[in-house]
């Protein structure tokens, strides 16, 4: 492995460079966005144009609007036209509110074949804009490993070869950012984006993107997890991107309102300041925060999404994850984030794995990770947590498709589907520690029954069938996957709600459209279907709007003002709604409310959806769920809460003391696959589509997307 | 009876709020609760007692990840 950084700063070669004169942002946007082919060396400008920034706002509706023109349908993930196209919108990047300092990623997935968008924190997103560029398009294969450098300060792009042999993440953002940092002081200018050999080997490598924390004097690393996109980013011979900017203040987007922006910001700091201690913790424990909520609801994902909790949920709490986290350390993944909740867990010693034995900062283990590397797997060792998070941001591989694939592979195992002689001696039952640290560094070395896991579910699924005989139909019960990405991690079975927050989602079952569960299932304050779909169509729509504005979404919910719990709509957080709509004009000098605020975020929506039909996707068919998701798949499930079962059957008239389980589980199963239908056909409905899943010409004419390329994909069909 | 959420729960004879929230396991840090329509304040749910027959709201406000 080459890892010095002298000679990364002798070895580097440039193949293509293009100087530039960074464009001054205004209101938000600079106006251009930069454009890389490595197949052929090209480094060019595109100008952003006004329609553009009116119908697709920026961040992921960007994205989506530069892939649709550079694929067509029959474009695969691999194929070079494919495109990484990576922006913050108008509002990211302000300093002034927290969690202003989104990057959303676009391109065509390998495990779902459609659209993948993924948002994520660290400096890229930020820096790339300050330094002229409202986003980068990467397009094409270049035919050796290249790094591409945006050196913001100078004005100058380069493509160039760089000897940097190492398959470790953190090492390569480690590396070079020492290496183009000119001093220590200067290394806070740096953010890197990489991936590391998992990517190579797998279909679910993610991207890194870094930011140096000062206070620690470490590279840290955000994640932009879901579908795939290290594999794309390594197939196409990317090692790293690395952007230089050095000139941030508080007013680089140059908004036409700074003390609009200014007075909301004041507003939630004080809030996050005076609650988040008796509220959500979010300082104290991040995301983790919810550990032993979901646990006490039912909710936490447990050996394969079988069951919501587990008595020993508790050696895997909030508070303990508390107790592992440095505490009384700033932990923003960008300037101006009071809500500081990317905790770390300093000074980790490994015990496993290619840095067995040294210490190392790891970043998380967040929610999302400790449930999926842990109770998922039957597993409530905090530290396996934090190892296994660490070796999966280091290998690049999606922390969450890692864990609900690996429960996948061992409920197949206890099932007997799979053996020992198929995964090469691993005993991978439920609980084994060993057995699964080892299976994830297979998938991060490209090493044994490793490879057969990289491929993720779906294909999984249709090995097992063809290769061990196994039943398709009990593998699409439980294997945990739609329109071919791996499910978030919580337990929706008990809300029919979060089953189309999942099922319906454009990318696949990720929970940033709509988390509805405590509406649904515990508040029962969405009853009835046309409920359902309200907010069905509420909250995915203003939650596509982060995206488009390079913001993240925790500062909405988990902190809440004082007056909330008066307000009719407390769930919307409506205060904090109308901070949005202050910092955006207040950014932009436009003049939307809340409402427009939803059709900028419909827009994109629709415009999602049709991408999907274009690429084959997209339709009733496709927003099918596994029954894992509806119901107790297995008699086993079903006994494990019997009580709620057996009550819901009698409200539905049936008489459980007379049944088998089995006939049990069968006219349960029968029931909740009907409401889903229901739940599909009203949400289309309120959505404007068809009963098949198809946006409609009135919807896209209404929202102002009905140009002739969209409706021409649409019209075949209606 | 009561009615929590609109789901009927046994009632237990001088229950307050914070006992009711106990016996559901309701840890979750930011619910609302409202008795018959009226917020009770998170200060008074040790001592406010839920009469018999009452409705209760327990709003969890919206969060995850």
């Known amino acids: 492995m080459t890892l010095s950084v002298e000679n990364v700063r002798t070895s580097r070669k440039v193949l293509a460079e293009m100087e530039y004169t960074p464009a001054g942002i205004d209101k938000g946007y600079s106006g251009k966005s930069l454009y890389v082919n490595l197949s052929e060396g090209k480094i060019e400008p595109k100008t952003v144009t006004r329609e553009m920034k009116d119908i697709f706002t920026g961040g992921k509706g960007f994205g989506l609007w530069y892939l649709w023109q550079a694929v067509t349908p029959k474009t695969k993930w691999n194929d070079p036209e494919n495109e990484i196209v990576i922006s913050a919108g108008p509002i990211g990047g302000i300093t002034q509110y927290p969690g202003s300092g989104k990057s959303l990623v676009v391109t065509l997935s390998p495990t779902t074949n459609s659209i993948m968008d993924s948002n994520v924190g660290g400096y890229f997103g930020p820096y790339l804009k300050f330094s002229g560029w409202d986003a980068l398009e990467l397009q094409g294969k270049s035919a050796k490993d290249v790094v591409l450098y945006i050196d913001g300060d100078t004005g100058k792009v380069t493509l160039e070869e760089i000897e940097l042999e190492t398959g470790a993440s953190h090492l390569v953002s480690e590396i070079l950012t020492e290496a183009f940092a000119e001093s220590e002081e200067d290394k806070k200018h740096i953010s890197v984006v990489s991936t590391g050999s998992g990517a190579d080997n797998t279909l679910i490598g993610l991207l890194n993107f870094s930011w140096y924390d000062p206070r620690r004097k470490a590279v840290r690393m955000k994640q932009a997890g879901r579908g795939g996109i290290g594999t794309v980013f390594r197939d196409k011979k990317l090692k790293a991107l690395v952007v230089r900017f050095s000139g941030l203040t508080g007013k680089n987007n140059n908004p036409v309102d700074f003390g609009k922006i200014q007075k909301a910001g004041v507003k939630i700091h004080k809030e996050i300041n005076n609650f988040d201690d008796v509220q959500c913790r979010m300082r104290q424990a991040g995301t ?56 770390a867990v300093d000074d980790f010693e490994l015990k496993t794995g290619p840095f067995k034995g040294e210490k190392v900062v790891v970043d998380g283990p967040e929610y999302e990770n400790a449930a999926a590397l842990g109770s998922n797997w039957g597993i ?26 690996m429960a996948f592979i061992m409920e197949c195992y206890e099932n007997g589907i799979i053996d020992k002689e198929i995964t090469g001696g691993l005993e991978l039952n439920f609980g084994n520690q060993e057995a699964a640290m080892e299976l994830l560094h297979q998938m991060g070395q490209g090493r044994g029954f490793g490879k057969i896991a990289g491929l993720a579910i779906r294909r999984m699924k249709e090995f097992f069938v063809k290769e061990y005989g196994a039943d398709p139909d009990f593998l699409q019960d439980i294997g945990m996957e739609a329109k071919g990405l791996e499910y978030s991690e919580y337990l929706s079975k008990e809300s029919l709600a979060q089953q189309g927050g999942f099922g319906l989602a454009n990318k696949g079952p990720q929970h940033d459209e709509a988390w509805l569960i405590f509406m649904d299932m515990v508040n029962n304050q969405i009853p ?38 008066q307000l009719e709509e407390a769930n919307k957080v409506p205060e904090h709604v109308q901070n949005y709509v202050d910092i955006f004009n207040g950014v932009t000098g436009k003049n939307i409310d809340k409402e427009e605020l939803i059709r900028q975020s419909e827009r994109v929506y629709n415009f999602q959806r049709v991408f999907n039909l274009r690429m084959g996707f997209g339709k009733r068919e496709h927003d099918k769920v596994p029954y894992r998701s509806q119901g107790p798949v297995t008699v086993k499930e079903y006994e494990s809460r019997a009580e709620r079962y057996d009550g819901q059957l009698k409200e539905l008239g049936y008489d459980p003391e007379s ?15 009907e409401m889903y239908e229901k739940l599909m056909d009203a949400v289309y409905l309120r959505r404007g589509w068809t009963n098949d899943g198809v946006p409609k010409l009135e919807t896209l004419k209404a929202l102002g997307i009905d140009f002739p390329e969209v409706v021409e994909v649409v019209k075949n069909h209606l | 009876m009561i009615l929590v959420n609109g789901k009927e729960v046994e009632y237990e004879e001088g229950m307050t709020v914070k006992r009711l929230l106990e016996k559901m396991n309701y840890t979750f840090p930011m619910i609302i609760v409202r008795v018959d329509g009226k917020l009770v304040n998170k200060e008074d749910w040790d001592t406010f007692k839920i009469p018999r027959g009452a409705k209760v709201q327990a709003l969890h406000q919206i969060a995850g990840g």
């Open chain 1, 288 to 343: 983790a925060n919810l550990m032993t909520t979901m646990n006490d609801y039912d909710l936490l994902p447990v050996m394969n999404f079988q069951y919501g909790s587990h008595p020993e949920g508790k050696k895997i709490s909030t508070e303990v994850f508390i107790s592992k986290f440095t505490q009384n350390i700033y932990d923003g993944c960008w300037y101006g984030c009071s809500m500081s909740c990317c905790k």
């Open chain 1, 380 to 405: 409530f060792d905090p530290d396996f947590i934090i190892e296994a998070n660490f070796y999966c941001d280091t290998y690049g591989i999606d922390t969450i498709s890692t864990g609900t694939m």
């Open chain 1, 528 to 565: 009835t279907f046309e409920d359902k779909a309200e907010a069905l169509h509420y909250f995915p729509m203003f939650r596509t709007w982060f995206g488009l504005q390079g913001l993240c979404k925790l500062p909405w919910n988990d902190i809440e003002p004082e007056g909330n719990k």
């Open chain 1, 659 to 673: 049944m088998s389980t089995e006939e049990k589980v069968k006219v349960m199963r029968q029931h909740r696959e």
